[in-house]
Nanobody, 120 residues
Framework: VHLVESGGGLVQPGGSLRLSCAAS????????MCWYRHAPGKQRELVAQ???????NYADSVKGRFTISRDNAKETVFLQMNDLRREDTAVYYC???????????????WGQGTQVTVSS
């Protein structure tokens, strides 16, 4: 399984970015997909998750500002980030949770990350 994030960059406070994570080598539609972030000096944080059925879950810190979505035909998950704040600065990682049956459970795959910097 290969995950490739894109869309990061430098943005001013209050601005927007859209992250993408393209997957290959997996049956994408079966996977839950997640976005995590890791800021210097902080623990890695779950930002948003979308299940195979389209249910979403968000960290309290991003509710109302970030939206996760998926396009199964394009095997891509997105993270629309609006009203960005300096504290959103981090490396953002995509994770796929691939179901492998009752005996194995779920296997996780990670992308390489994309840097998001919010600064004036």
């Amino acid at each position: 399984v290969h995950l490739v994030e894109s869309g990061g960059g430098l943005v001013q406070p209050g601005g927007s970015l859209r992250l993408s994570c393209a997957a290959s080598g997996t049956i994408f539609s079966r996977n839950a997909m997640c976005w995590y972030r890791h800021a210097p000096g902080k623990q890695r944080e779950l930002v948003a998750q979308i299940t195979s059925g389209g249910r979403t879950n968000y960290a309290d810190s991003v509710k109302g500002r970030f939206t996760i979505s998926r396009d199964n035909a394009k095997e891509t998950v997105f993270l629309q980030m609006n009203d960005l704040r300096r504290e959103d600065t981090a490396v953002y990682y995509c994770k796929a949770e691939e179901p492998k049956g009752m005996r194995i459970g779920v296997v996780e795959y990670w992308g390489q990350g994309t840097q998001v910097t919010v600064s004036s």
